[in-house]
């Protein structure tokens, strides 16, 4: 399985998402500055966190017009697999390939955290690799995290089944002390409307070694996607 991530001036999360697909996959990803305006021919396109542009204008707004987004986007239209974290999501969201966008968290604070999730469903690519209603301990480590779409959007999530994770406490219950940065309807993650295309907030990727003492409950996500996509 052959993988790319996207790399941005003000990405800091690249080289936590490549040492977590490699051990997933046994392969190095190729890693593609924002510059270059061609892609490999890869299996999955993976937009990595940080600060793209160091959120000048928007978080995201800048990087969605990045050369190689033009080819990302071509990419996922052809059915691609693409995922994006935190800013990766961000980037996803400014770019049109998700719909809503990610405000300043609701305590105006940047939030670094452990954090629980509900997987709201398993029949995708991204989350085969759990039950659906499993409860999962990943980190998140973000100041623009509040998701936020007009009510005919969420109601097109909810009732397509394209929420992928909702933030929730250890017991998988959704209530609002959870909902650590605010997000509607708990959102912590969404598909496009084929679901091939993630962005989640969450860092499931530092959640891969039990090294970095965070668990390794991000793990079932890129095995799953190995398994899915080999």
Not at 22 to 30: E, F, H, Q, S
Not at 55 to 67: E, Q, T, V
Not at 83 to 108: D, Y
Not at 184 to 201: C, K, P, Q, S, Y
């Amino acid at each position: 399985m052959n993988t790319a991530v996207v790399i941005f001036p003000g990405s800091n999360r690249e080289r936590d998402l490549c040492l977590a697909l490699k051990r997933a996959t046994g392969r190095d990803p190729l890693c593609v500055w924002h510059r270059d305006s061609e892609l490999p021919s890869v299996d999955l396109i993976v937009l990595p966190g940080g600060f793209a542009y160091g959120d000048y204008l928007r978080c995201g707004a800048m990087a969605a017009h990045s050369p190689i987004m033009r080819e990302v986007k071509a990419r996922a239209e052809r059915g691609t697999p693409v995922l994006g974290i935190c800013n990766g999501f961000q980037v996803l969201t400014e770019a049109g390939l998700l719909p809503g966008a990610l405000l300043t968290n609701r305590t105006l604070n940047f939030i670094c955290r452990d954090v629980h999730l509900r997987v709201e469903t398993n029949q995708t690519i991204f989350t085969c690799g759990y039950a659906a209603g499993q409860t999962i301990r990943v980190p998140v480590a973000h100041h623009d995290g509040n998701y936020t779409a007009d009510e005919a959007t969420l109601d097109e999530l909810e009732d397509r089944g394209l929420v992928a994770f909702r933030y929730c406490n250890a017991a998988g219950e959704i209530d609002d002390d959870a909902n650590v940065n605010g997000s509607a309807h708990a959102i912590a993650g969404i598909f496009n409307r084929g679901r091939t295309v993630l962005g989640l907030m969450p860092h499931p990727e530092d959640a891969t070694d039990p090294l970095m003492g965070c668990g390794t409950d991000g793990s079932a996500l890129f095995a799953g996607l190995v398994g899915a996509l080999q």
